[in-house]
């Protein structure tokens, strides 16, 4: 949650990179400084300095004159964004298996439950969403915020591909029973058993990813 003294552009940005993931700006998108003015309903100055912060993010592309590009994402992005996670989260996983607390359990059951309900209907964009929210909580017992925001803020273009593309015909399958497994072993205190699972769990959805890339559409 952020403070209520939060400067304008940190909440911009933050409100662009959930609209990108959310499909507002799909990917290739070109939006001009006076679209996001009057989407967001904010003067010129925050708007470019929310757009200069998420271009070094690499979550858009400023041009000369042009406004922003919402970049496309091709197979060595995801894997290189999945390389990233992995490593991360294994990291991640092994201090919440330490750390977590009976209220974190229950937290963290919560929003895996919440994922479940989702997961078996047919609006992508909030079984992603669930997704991603089961995963900030689970990662924010590990205490490791600057860690947790680079896994946000490289998440947006990675989560408006999924969206478009949706999943495998046995990936919402998969995803349900790492997540039950991730958090089974946090429940043991076996971290070294969360770390090989959150792993796994990255790597399987970067496969799956790039099968539905190269899949015809």
Same mark, same amino acid.
């Given at each position: 949650?952020?403070?209520?003294?939060?400067?304008?552009?940190?909440?911009? =940005?933050?409100? @662009?990179?959930?609209?990108? !993931? &959310?499909? *507002?700006?799909? %990917?290739?998108?070109?939006?001009? /400084?006076?679209?996001?003015?009057?989407?967001?309903?904010?003067?010129?100055?925050?708007?470019?300095?929310?757009?200069?912060?998420?271009?070094?993010?690499?979550?858009?592309?400023?041009?000369?004159?042009?406004?922003?590009?919402?970049?496309?994402?091709?197979?060595?992005?995801?894997?290189?964004?999945?390389?990233? =996670?992995?490593? @991360?989260?294994?990291?991640? !996983? &092994?201090? *919440?298996?330490? %750390?977590?607390?009976?209220?974190? /359990?229950?937290?963290?059951?919560?929003?895996?439950?919440?994922?479940?309900?989702?997961?078996?209907?047919?609006?992508?964009?909030?079984?992603?969403?669930?997704?991603?929210?089961?995963?900030?909580?689970?990662?924010?017992?590990?205490?490791?915020?600057?860690?947790?925001?680079?896994?946000?803020?490289?998440?947006?273009?990675?989560?408006?591909?999924?969206?478009?593309?949706?999943?495998?015909?046995?990936?919402?399958?998969?995803?349900?029973?790492?997540?039950?497994?991730?958090?089974?072993?946090?429940?043991?205190?076996?971290?070294?058993?969360?770390?090989?699972?959150?792993?796994?769990?990255?790597?399987?959805?970067?496969?799956?990813?790039?099968?539905?890339?190269?899949?015809?559409?």
């Amino acid at each position: 949650m952020q403070r209520i003294n939060t400067p304008t552009y940190v909440r911009l =940005r933050e409100q @662009i990179r959930a609209d990108i !993931a &959310a499909g *507002v700006w799909p %990917l290739g998108a070109h939006i001009t /400084l006076a679209q996001m003015v009057d989407r967001y309903e904010v003067s010129l100055n925050p708007v470019r300095e929310a757009l200069l912060h998420l271009q070094g993010e690499g979550i858009i592309d400023m041009q000369m004159h042009r406004g922003a590009v919402i970049p496309t994402v091709d197979a060595t992005y995801i894997a290189n964004i999945y390389d990233m =996670r992995g490593a @991360i989260e294994q990291m991640l !996983a &092994a201090k *919440v298996a330490t %750390l977590a607390t009976p209220e974190d /359990l229950q937290a963290i059951d919560a929003a895996r439950l919440r994922h479940e309900e989702l997961v078996t209907g047919t609006d992508i964009g909030a079984c992603v969403a669930a997704n991603r929210e089961f995963h900030r909580v689970f990662n924010g017992v590990a205490g490791n915020q600057p860690a947790v925001d680079v896994l946000g803020s490289r998440s947006s273009l990675v989560d408006a591909l999924r969206r478009s593309l949706g999943y495998g015909a046995q990936r919402k399958d998969a995803v349900i029973a790492q997540h039950r497994k991730l958090v089974a072993a946090v429940r043991k205190g076996d971290a070294a058993l969360a770390a090989k699972v959150a792993l796994e769990h990255a790597e399987s959805a970067r496969d799956d990813l790039l099968r539905m890339i190269d899949k015809p559409h």
